[in-house]
């Protein structure tokens, strides 16, 4: 299939775990994917923590034998692979930027990636079908996590939020313009009601097993605190639940005191004092959970509005009052012969 060449600058963002002898080959795919389809390109490689032996194999890539357009940022702790693609998204240049990792993903839908683009959407989701090789545990935890996500958030991770996507300048101004950019990244578009559509493919992935355990849990703890605040909300209900309980056995207390007249000596009291202790604890917890659930959705909020665009007349009243004269055009003196 045959794609129209865009005039447009992209901005390609490849985040590197580990640089390694495939890492040449990886850059010049991306290089013979992305030129053919736009005046201009550049590629910002985001070097995610690695040793400094691996980093000085990068070297003979910048130099006068090696690629073009290329920028490497080298980050001194590995983070998480989102924190990796906002250090490319900020340092971009170009009209659109595109985010993917090419040890998962290839370019092979790009075109039509641009076309869509050039149709009027403004994310386009890139999404690789193919089977990825996880342990039994995230075999299963990861489609369990993903159903309870999506029934917390109603946001579809596979869907709507596929880790390599294509995404507009005005897109990307929206992004860097919330406080925490790396919290909203992956589900923003969905949430900001953007233009977006996806394209699936599906090829066979250079690295499958790219996280562990730990990092996938982790990752996915930021993006349940990030999208939603129902875990802090059962905390609150279930400190209010409790402090609910320990005043109905105060009360119960107080009615056994009335009725019976063989209580133990001392009974009373300990569990009054018992049950007024847990009740102030309870209630302590339950006024830090609302407050913090508060700041979390003042952070959540982001900026309070966005510009869209701004269009100004052609005609302005103001012009004409201004106490400025346009100067004639002056011609040059004739010259004798």
């Known amino acids: ?50 040793s400094n032996e691996e980093f000085r194999d990068y070297q003979p890539l910048l130099g006068g034998d090696g690629f073009a357009n290329i920028q490497i940022y080298r980050l001194l702790q590995q983070v998480d692979n989102d924190v990796a693609s906002i250090v490319g998204i900020e340092n971009s240049l170009g009209d659109y930027v595109l985010v993917y990792d090419p040890r998962s993903e290839n370019l092979s839908q790009l075109g039509a990636a641009l076309d869509k683009i050039a149709e009027g959407c403004e994310v386009v989701f890139l999404r690789n079908l193919a089977s990825t090789d996880h342990g039994l545990v995230q075999r299963i935890a990861g489609p369990v996590f993903r159903w309870g996500f999506q029934r917390i958030t109603r946001i579809d991770l596979v869907r709507d939020a596929a880790l390599g996507r294509l995404m507009s300048k005005r897109v990307i101004s929206y992004l860097l313009d919330q406080p925490n950019p790396v919290a909203q990244y992956r589900t923003f578009p969905m949430r900001a009601g953007f233009v977006r559509t996806t394209l699936v493919y599906s090829d066979p992935r250079a690295d499958k097993a790219r996280r562990t355990t730990l990092e996938r849990i982790r990752s996915a703890m930021r993006l349940v605190v990030a999208n939603s605040m129902m875990p802090i909300r059962l905390v609150s209900l279930a400190t209010l639940l ?48 609302e407050y913090m659930i508060h700041t ?14 701004e269009r100004t007349s052609a005609v302005l009243s103001r012009r004409q009052k201004l106490n400025v004269e346009r100067a004639a055009p002056t011609l040059p003196d004739a010259k004798d012969d």
Do not use: C
């Open 1 to 50: 299939m045959m794609f129209t060449s865009h005039p447009i600058l992209l901005t390609v963002v490849i985040p590197f775990r580990n640089f390694d002898r495939s890492a040449k080959a990886m850059l010049e795919a991306a290089i013979e994917g992305v030129a053919p389809l736009v005046d201009d390109y550049e590629l910002i490689v985001v070097d995610n923590g690695s």
């Open 242 to 289: 409790g402090a609910l309980l320990n005043l109905a056995y105060s009360a119960y207390v107080v009615l056994i005191a009335i009725v019976k007249r063989d209580v133990a000596p001392g009974w009373v009291t300990l569990s009054l004092q018992q049950s007024g202790m847990f009740f102030l604890f309870s209630m302590i917890l339950f006024v830090l959970t």
């Open 296 to 309: 979390m959705r003042w952070n959540m909020r982001g900026t309070e509005y966005f510009i869209d665009s």
